[in-house]
């Protein structure tokens, strides 16, 4: 539908770095990891002659060491509004259809719930959030 988004979202698997071949001790504590959180955007517009055209964009955000929870995926959620603001995929007022998996701690927990609601009054957007896997993640992100 023209003036809505349709996002999914999840987490990859965490990403271990390992050190090769090197003295243990050089690196004690220092154990990295990179975390991914993979999005798909599809947005419709109109064009030439009242013809819908439907544009599906993909987004990962990479950070070394994160939490994978909801302030991470609120802070994700910022930086994907304001790109798709500038790219003049949404505006004020559009509906957000937004699909992710069943982890409590970053999608359906009370605080993610608080900062999705921060998200819907700072930017005039309508969130509608669908959380759902049989079991917990690891699925195709389409």
Not at 5 to 32: C, W
Not at 38 to 49: G, K, L, M, R, Y
Not at 57 to 85: E, G, P
Request: charged share 25%.
């Amino acid at each position: 539908m023209v003036g809505s988004v349709k996002m999914q979202r999840d987490y990859a698997k965490r990403l271990p770095a390992t050190f090769n071949l090197e003295i243990q001790s050089e690196h004690f504590g220092n154990g990295q990891s990179l975390s991914i959180e993979e999005s798909t955007v599809e947005t419709h517009e109109t064009v030439d002659n009242n013809v819908e055209k439907m544009r599906l964009q993909f987004y990962s955000h990479f950070l070394n060491n994160s939490r994978q929870d909801a302030t991470t995926t609120n802070a994700h959620m910022t930086v994907l509004i304001d790109a798709l603001i500038a790219k003049s995929a949404i505006h004020k007022q559009t509906a957000m259809w937004d699909a992710t998996d069943v982890c409590g701690k970053q999608y359906r927990c009370v605080k993610a719930y608080l900062l999705l609601s921060h998200l819907a009054s700072k930017y005039d957007i309508t969130f509608d959030r669908a959380i759902g896997a049989l079991s917990h993640g690891r699925k195709r992100c389409h």
